[in-house]
């Protein structure tokens, strides 16, 4: 692997770790969510996480066969509980980031929720070569609303590496 690149990142646990205040901010939208999946009401799920992790865009504006799509694959933000939330992988506990010799580049939109930052910066702080790009206009989904700006992000990293 010659360089990484990770966008929006929502590894919480590394907000966990290094602030552990900032997921109690996140913990209802992780109730509604799961509340939600476990009823199998997918639909509701995913407004959940629109209404959170989207670009302001209002649910109701999405078309018919949008949230279907979303509604369709929400269940993956429930699967990746242990992961993202307590690092169950190990790789906070072990060191694997720190070891990790490639440049990383870490973007993420200026319309961010408040714990991205912390995420990016405890990433930072972890990563040997890591750089912090911040897209302004942007939020959550950017490489789909933004993608002219997310491919000249990368592409002026990649020259740069």
């Known amino acids: ?13 590394v907000a966990g770790q290094d602030v ?13 969510l799961q509340a939600a999946l476990n009823k199998g009401d997918y639909l509701a799920a995913a407004r959940a996480f629109v209404e959170v992790w989207g670009d302001g865009m209002q649910w109701e504006a999405l078309s018919e066969t949008q949230q279907h799509a979303l509604a369709q694959r929400i269940h993956n ?18 060191g694997a ?3 990790l010799e ?17 995420i990016n910066s405890g990433l ?5 070569r890591a750089k912090s790009v911040r897209t302004e206009g942007a939020s959550h989904m950017f490489p789909m609303t933004h993608p002219a700006l997310c491919g000249a992000e990368i592409k002026t990293f990649l020259a740069a590496v």
């Open 20 to 32: 552990p205040a900032t997921l109690v901010v996140g913990q209802l939208y992780r109730d509604v």
């Open 77 to 94: 933000a429930g699967a990746t509980e242990d992961l993202l939330y307590k690092g169950s992988s190990g790789m906070l506990v072990s």
């Open 102 to 118: 490639q440049p990383v580049l870490l973007s993420h939109g200026a319309q961010f929720e408040a714990v991205i930052p912390i």
């Open 1 to 13: 692997m010659r360089s990484l690149t990770l966008i929006e990142l929502v590894f919480f646990a």
């Open 97 to 99: 980031l720190e070891r």
């Open 124 to 128: 930072a702080a972890r990563l040997k």
